[in-house]
């Protein structure tokens, strides 16, 4: 859930930070030969980079919370998809200290938030290659125009990294759009007496010198870069397995730790069955949940980074609520699992998780379906613009998305039936499991269920700019 959404990062360039300076790489000047400095998205024209796709990323970084320096190791095993002369990173901020690809140094320049990278020797179209960047400094907060914040969060204790839509740039370099999907070991070094979680699977706590201690995380299954997080501080952690035989580990900032929160995190079991119920099998090897108390500044957001979404105890308690939870945790499947293809395919992540939340209060003896999809009709925020076409960046998470974007979910259900519908929303996330899917390939999906033209009902609901007369 993000309610409000940044459009772009700002562009940082640091004088001084350069390799090379004063290196022009221009390649070969054959521009087939220079990866591109995004992959063209509508909305997010820089985001990601054209080239090459990561299979895995190794992050390797020590934090000091007194200071706010961040040194890092990143470590890219990436497939080129043309010859390259030239690839591009994202990074905003920070200073790099050395690149290499296959081992030989490479030569840098920086553009904006782009990094860009001249192997010694061109890479071959289907070449394998590792690329290895050295690099420290603050990294930094990232805010955008419509004043909210992404990247990298100093809290009083440690740090908290939040990346959607493009804050992972803020604290390690990669390919940073939702299309290039990759496997993660996130280690993170800090003082002892902190703790530092990220996504996927604690693999490997080990102290480091006399005064650290050293968390190596694991993520096997696929991550998009805007659902990496890294919460560094004071946590009480509890490890568990559900009745489902799902291991949790829930960090939670002992100051956010109020009745409520806890009352809602203990449910997590319970929502997650009840979600496999509606969703099929949890995509992922493990659960749970990270509340992160931020002493200054504020979040403003609960956002679904993968395996354990992070829930900012920013604001009067409770930290978590139940409704928010069950938001969240959907997404693990709508969002996490199925990847947007691009950010203008947003609303295939907050419509589901919208629905999921009509259909939780239902459950729960509170507004019914209908009520809830009442409600968004009536709301005039939630016909700004159609769900499937933002505007610009800065509307990519705006109501339309959220609200309108489970009107899309509600008419279906109607259309369809609700044993169709109830098919549907398991075999969606089946068919694109760890994949990326559009809103093309989804309404392509539902035309499996049902002999009827489908297409009236998305013009009006999907893409229509009027509101119907009624719902
Ligand atoms: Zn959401």
Same mark, same amino acid.
């Given at each position: 859930?993000?309610?409000?959404?940044?459009?772009?990062?700002?562009?940082?360039?640091?004088?001084?930070?350069?390799?090379?300076?004063?290196?022009?790489?221009?390649?070969?000047?054959?521009?087939?030969?220079?990866?591109?400095?995004?992959?063209?998205?509508?909305?997010?024209?820089?985001?990601?980079?054209?080239?090459?796709?990561?299979?895995?990323?190794?992050?390797?970084?020590?934090?000091?919370?007194?200071?706010?320096?961040?040194?890092?190791?990143?470590?890219?095993? &990436?497939?080129?998809?043309?010859?390259?002369?030239?690839?591009?990173?994202?990074?905003?901020?920070?200073?790099?200290?050395?690149?290499?690809?296959?081992?030989?140094?490479?030569?840098?320049?920086?553009?904006? @938030?782009?990094?860009?990278?001249?192997? &010694?020797?061109?890479?071959?179209?289907?070449?394998?290659?590792?690329?290895?960047?050295?690099?420290?400094?603050?990294?930094?907060?990232?805010?955008?125009?419509?004043?909210?914040?992404?990247?990298?969060?100093?809290?009083?204790?440690?740090?908290?990294? %939040?990346?959607?839509?493009?804050?992972?740039?803020?604290?390690?370099?990669?390919?940073?759009?939702?299309?290039?999907?990759?496997?993660?070991?996130?280690?993170?070094?800090?003082?002892?007496?902190?703790?530092?979680?990220?996504?996927?699977?604690?693999?490997?706590?080990?102290?480091?010198?006399?005064?650290?201690?050293?968390?190596?995380?694991?993520?096997?299954?696929?991550?998009?870069?805007?659902?990496?997080?890294?919460?560094?501080?004071?946590?009480?952690?509890?490890?568990?397995?559900?009745? @489902?035989?799902?291991?949790?580990?829930?960090?939670? @900032?002992?100051?956010? @730790?109020?009745?409520?929160?806890?009352?809602? %995190?203990?449910?997590?079991?319970?929502? %997650? #069955?009840?979600?496999?119920?509606?969703?099929?099998?949890?995509?992922?090897?493990?659960?749970?949940?990270?509340?992160?108390?931020?002493?200054?500044?504020?979040?403003?957001?609960?956002?679904? $980074?993968?395996?354990?979404?992070?829930?900012?105890?920013?604001?009067?308690?409770?930290?978590?609520?139940?409704?928010?939870?069950?938001?969240?945790?959907?997404?693990?499947?709508?969002?996490?699992?199925?990847?947007?293809?691009?950010?203008?395919?947003?609303?295939?992540?907050?419509?589901?998780?919208?629905?999921?939340?009509? +259909?939780?209060?239902?459950?729960?003896?509170?507004?019914?379906?209908?009520?809830?999809?009442?409600?968004?009709?009536?709301?005039?925020?939630?016909?700004?613009?159609?769900?499937?076409?933002?505007?610009?960046?800065?509307?990519?998470?705006?109501?339309?998305?959220?609200?309108?974007?489970? +009107?899309?979910?509600?008419?279906?259900?109607? $259309?369809?039936?609700?044993?169709?519908?109830?098919? %549907?929303?398991?075999?969606?996330?089946?068919?694109?499991? #760890?994949?990326?899917?559009?809103?093309?390939?989804?309404?392509?999906?539902?035309?499996?269920?049902?002999?009827?033209?489908?297409?009236?009902?998305?013009?009006?609901? +999907?893409?229509? $700019?009027?509101?119907?007369?009624?719902?």
């Amino acid at each position: 859930m993000r309610l409000r959404l940044p459009p772009r990062a700002v562009p940082l360039l640091l004088a001084g930070c350069l390799l090379a300076c004063g290196v022009s790489c221009t390649g070969t000047g054959d521009p087939s030969a220079t990866g591109a400095p995004g992959v063209g998205d509508r909305l997010f024209p820089d985001a990601g980079n054209g080239g090459y796709d990561v299979g895995h990323y190794t992050l390797d970084l020590d934090y000091d919370p007194a200071s706010g320096q961040l040194r890092g190791t990143a470590v890219l095993t &990436a497939t080129a998809d043309r010859q390259l002369d030239r690839f591009d990173l994202d990074l905003a901020g920070l200073t790099v200290r050395r690149v290499t690809v296959d081992g030989a140094t490479a030569r840098t320049s920086r553009k904006g @938030d782009e990094l860009r990278v001249s192997p &010694a020797h061109p890479l071959r179209p289907g070449a394998r290659f590792t690329t290895t960047v050295a690099y420290q400094g603050a990294p930094r907060l990232l805010t955008d125009p419509d004043g909210s914040h992404e990247g990298w969060f100093r809290t009083d204790d440690g740090a908290l990294a %939040l990346g959607e839509p493009v804050g992972s740039m803020a604290w390690f370099p990669g390919n940073d759009h939702p299309s290039d999907k990759a496997a993660y070991d996130i280690t993170v070094t800090v003082p002892r007496g902190l703790t530092a979680v990220s996504d996927g699977e604690l693999v490997a706590t080990r102290p480091v010198a006399d005064d650290r201690t050293s968390y190596h995380w694991r993520s096997t299954a696929p991550m998009a870069t805007y659902l990496a997080t890294v919460a560094i501080g004071h946590f009480d952690v509890t490890r568990s397995t559900t009745p @489902d035989k799902l291991p949790l580990y829930v960090a939670v @900032d002992p100051r956010s @730790d109020d009745a409520a929160t806890a009352a809602a %995190l203990a449910r997590i079991p319970e929502i %997650l #069955h009840w979600e496999q119920g509606l969703f099929g099998p949890y995509p992922f090897a493990s659960a749970g949940a990270i509340v992160d108390h931020l002493a200054r500044g504020r979040v403003g957001y609960a956002l679904e $980074t993968q395996n354990r979404p992070v829930f900012p105890g920013d604001g009067p308690p409770p930290a978590v609520d139940t409704t928010t939870l069950v938001h969240e945790l959907s997404h693990q499947w709508f969002g996490d699992s199925v990847t947007p293809a691009a950010w203008q395919d947003m609303w295939l992540n907050e419509g589901f998780a919208t629905f999921t939340e009509w +259909l939780w209060k239902q459950h729960e003896g509170g507004p019914s379906l209908d009520a809830s999809a009442a409600s968004a009709f009536a709301s005039d925020a939630d016909w700004a613009f159609p769900p499937a076409s933002p505007p610009h960046a800065a509307a990519v998470s705006a109501a339309p998305v959220y609200g309108r974007g489970a +009107l899309v979910l509600y008419e279906l259900r109607r $259309t369809l039936g609700a044993p169709a519908f109830d098919r %549907l929303l398991k075999q969606w996330p089946a068919a694109h499991r #760890h994949g990326n899917a559009s809103t093309a390939d989804f309404t392509a999906f539902c035309a499996r269920f049902t002999s009827r033209d489908l297409r009236p009902l998305f013009a009006t609901w +999907l893409y229509g $700019t009027a509101r119907p007369a009624r719902l």
